[in-house]
């Protein structure tokens, strides 16, 4: 079974930049999840999604990120423009459902200049 | 609150021994907890996990502990290896809403040979 796929693995972009990360969950994975990771800390929920619908964005800075879940399958999370703080790994995670194990990816380290 | 976090944030033990690290967790409404390990560079790896209708479950080598009344949670790893050497991570997920997975910040876990 293929894990969850993370594009790209690395950036460095300038503050005020915009930036795109892409991500194909686990085939069959109904839930998907975009989490920031800053070094020395736990992963923070930015957004969820179910099937292609969003299910909570309570934690996602909406005045500069987004993000889609076209189609139900990939997604993309894009932050427009970078500041110096949103350095910081994006993992994307998905799962069958809600309330159950979440399988991760790489993640893209981004870093903002 | 929402917050879940640990006791230590590192641990050393020597290879062979056995290794426990602990999760204290404030929401007493939460009913599903999840153990990640997260290697430098990589995404968080599932472990183990547990549902609050139980209060342990024991895999390969590892087994978690539930206790509801105090709110704490711990991971047991048997005959530490250096492969299990890693920031390990509990995460919580809340019930009602969207039941995101809360993460704590994290312990990290060095095996000395």
């Known amino acids: 079974e293929a894990g969850v796929a993370q594009s790209p693995r690395y950036k460095i972009i300038e503050k005020r930049q915009s930036v795109a990360f892409w991500c194909n969950p686990i085939?069959?994975?109904?839930?998907l999840y975009w989490y920031q990771q800053i070094l020395g800390q736990g992963p923070k929920l930015l957004i969820q999604f179910q099937n292609n619908g969003v299910v909570d964005d309570s934690q996602l800075p909406k005045d500069r990120f987004s993000a889609e879940r076209l189609k139900g399958v990939d997604s993309t999370l894009k932050i427009q423009p970078a500041k110096l703080e949103d350095s910081a790994v994006y993992l994307c995670?998905?799962?069958?459902?809600?309330?159950?194990?979440?399988?991760f990816g790489q993640g893209t380290r981004l870093t903002v200049v | 609150g929402e917050s879940v976090g640990l006791h230590l944030p590192t641990l050393s033990v020597q290879e062979g021994d056995n290794s426990i690290i602990n999760c204290a967790y404030s929401?007493?409404?939460?009913?599903?907890f999840i153990w990640y390990k997260q290697e430098s560079g990589k995404g968080p790896q599932f472990i183990i996990d547990?549902?609050?209708?139980?209060d342990k479950r024991q895999g390969q080598r590892v087994t978690v502990l539930l206790n509801k009344t105090v709110k704490h949670l711990s991971l047991q790893i048997a005959a530490t290896q250096p492969g299990d050497s890693a920031v390990y991570f509990c995460?919580?997920?809340?019930?009602?809403?969207?039941?995101?997975?809360?993460f704590g910040k994290g312990t990290k876990l060095t095996v000395n040979p």
């Open positions: 547990i549902r609050s209708n139980m």
């Open positions: 085939s069959g994975h109904a839930t």
């Open positions: 995460a919580e997920s809340l019930q009602g809403g969207s039941e995101k997975l809360v």
């Open positions: 995670a998905s799962s069958y459902g809600t309330g159950v194990s979440a399988f």
């Open positions: 929401n007493s409404a939460s009913d599903y």
